[in-house]
């Protein structure tokens, strides 16, 4: 074919900054736990994560420290509590120092990590853990009420509890912890099963000690094909899923994500800051897993918004690196402290989660003097597949090139490349791409077809062999990042008895991207917004929550029925383009 | 009137209040302050312009006599109290706006104070004896500064212990407080039941007319709810035990007493009616985020909830 071949010469191999070929050396290290034990000796006695709080009070773990505990924690799991091997361990928690110690206990261990949204709904929760058949669970201390009501409900066995102030010194971790109990009151009292983290690691340590347990063979003979995590998405099809990622995806990806970043990293020297969620696969491999890789100095933030809640952090610290998406650099650049002393020492920023505004990065380059590079990933690959190279060519509104050793192309609805300047699907192939989904063969299947991940994005090559977004294909609406289906929110909405259907639809927003809006029609007439609004908010995470509800007496249909969700779109649309009356 | 040893004990209470008030501080606040001064101008006219000329309108009004009147007009020219920042955070304020006003208005009190006490002092015919010699004032002050510079090194060093220094300075202020009314009010109950109504109402209304007139110079200056609701608190909740200080480093036996009785009233009644305006500001705070929230729900990704 005239134009696969377009594709698959990687045109736009030049723009690579590293001698051009896109070509890169394997990941040195078989599986997840060997790259973390090798940083964690070649860095040792550096500091590896720093919890920040809103008042500039923290807490600082080693490399060392990170190695030890987390070790114990393995030892824990195996053997105190009898996981074996592939278990699947739930971990749900803010950015705080128990986060990496548990996400790398759970490596170390052999067993599968399941990273979960500790904003999630019970029913959220549940609907995760028994797709996942997750054993043990580490939840943050703030929603152990939320697990207290579905505990029964699922196969979780051991609870361990931890609190953002877990591992910092004694005096400030009890002020903190004062103040979230009786002044704030977000730790509820539970009559929830639990150790906490600390007892955890205890008994870990103990049954290290007796058992004279080498750590490594739980570990030794896992190899770059083997299960790692489960990240849950929507995937491009709206049903709430596991991607099964590998050791060797998420290797790979570490590789790939220090391809484009190696120029401005020194390694055991840089401060990353991380403010989003290390739930997230963005934050969870670009900045937990590369910037350890890299010996750097992670600091936590455990929530960002207000956006004030990170000066302390810039003022304390040199941060060198930076990651967010479009939401939090806006933000950022609307502090008057932000801009009135923007972090010197910063290298590079790096945008993804959802498309960056390319006012916000001329802004942010122009205020910080550092580039703000935009990648372009999913879930399902690990995420990274695309990103703008810090140096040559910057395009502010393109997500730039495919990362090194990964193939894209821009297919047509039958599968068939498109010219360049023509909208396609992209699809993927790379190490990068997930195995498929955990327990969903037909789904699986349509995602990856002959080793191709298909995105369910359309984007177009421009003259610079540079990429760019243009539409998504399913419905999927992006909320500052996160995916939101549509059909579940409409589900949600329609178990109100009030109402006799619903159709939701994403619309552009200067905040978050996109805006989730709800069209309903009322059964019953006395339904009112808040009424609907309220019952949302017991089925759904804050974020997939309407944010418009507009009643309708009827919604567009095609002639069987289904609704048009695309002709909502287009009169949402044209009513924003409409000048004001 | 005050022991020896209770003064000095004030003395280096105020010290330590101070060096709390320092730890909440960095230097970077400062310059951005001046890059970006428009807040902190407001209060400082809120501060200066609005409480002095309160202090003074009222011993006016209520015609007070002149142990009274000074004692109402120092009140009026103090500086912000420490004891405003924890208020403005349990009302759910902008502490940023709290620490900056009370640290700016105490920094610029060496100037202030003494000659705003002059110019009222005189404007109301206060004269002889019962005039605070503006050194007196602008050498306390100045003393201050120092365990404030320490504080700000201190959370320079390290920031844990600066925070845990910047809450127990901010606690000790109502110690402090509670300490004045603990031994001053059971030795003089007899003169609070003989103090006619016209005092009360200056120590009390200097504090809650102050809130008032704070609030709304800001709302007419255009600052939103929120910062309107941290200036007004920051305007009315002064510094008391530092004008006790400087009552009893100034004045010794009964002239003592009597001029010590406002500046002690003031800051008995301003923790009672600052927890109520908390209290008050605290709901409607809450209401607007709310309404916030409702407006734009899930803005920013990772919405963790909040930790300390």
Sequence with gaps: MKQDSLYDLAPWSRHYTSGGTGKLAPPESQNLPQMLVAASKAFAAQSAFTCVTPNGMYGTLTYAQVDQMSDDFAVYLREVIGLKAGARVAVQTPNCLSTPVAIFGILKAGCVLV????LYTEREMKHQFNDAGVEAL????????KMATIARETNVKHVVLCSVSSFFPPVVRQIIKGIQKYWNKVIPTTNLA????????????LARNDLRIDVSQYWKRLAQNDLALLQYTGGTTGVSKGAMLTHGNLLWNIEQILAIGRDKIDMGRETVLTALPIYHIFAFTANLLTFYRCGARNLLIPSPRPIQNLQRAFENY????ISGVNTLFNALLNEEWFVAFPPKHLKAAIGGGAAMHSAVVKRWEAVTGAPLAEGYGLTESSPAVCFQPLSGLRKTDSIGIPAHETAVRLVDDNGEPVAQGEPGEIIVRGPQVMLGYWNQAEESAKTIRDGWLYTGDIAVMDSDFMFKIVDRKKDLIIVSGFNVYPNEVEDAIAKHDKVMEAAVIGVPDAKTGEAVRAYVVKRDDSLTEAELAAHCRTLLTGYKLPAKIIFRDELPKTPIGKILRKDLRKEALAATQAPAA | MLTELETKLLGVMMMLIMFGMGASLTFRDFLIAFKKPKGVLIGLLCQYGI??????ALAVILGLPPALAVGLILMGCMPGGTTSNIFTYFSKGVLALSIMMTSVSTLVAVVAVPALLEL?????????????PAENVAQVLVVLLVPT????????????????????????????ILFLIGSWVPRNYQLLLSTPWPVYFAAIGLGVIGMLLGYWLARLLRQDNNRSRTISLETGIQNGPLAVLIVTLTFTGTMQQEVLLIPVLYSLFIVITSSLVTYFYRGRSEREALARDQAKIGTMIGASPAAA
Aim: hydrophobic fraction near 55%; charge should be positive; glycine fraction near 12%.
């Design chain 2, 51 to 56: 409480m002095p000329f309160l202090g003074y």
């Design chain 1, 318 to 321: 040199k941060v060198t690196w």
């Design chain 1, 115 to 118: 990273n979960t949204n500790p």
């Design chain 1, 138 to 145: 580490v939840l943050i201390d703030m929603f152990a009420d």
């Design chain 1, 194 to 205: 639990h150790l906490t983290i600390n007892d955890a690691l205890a008994k870990g340590a």
């Design chain 2, 120 to 132: 009222y002092s005189n404007l109301a015919g206060v004269s002889g004896a019962f005039k605070i």
């Design chain 2, 149 to 176: 510079v320490l504080g700000m090194l201190l959370r320079k060093w390290n920031a844990n212990i600066g925070a845990v220094v910047e809450l127990m300075g901010g606690f000790l202020g109502v110690v402090v």
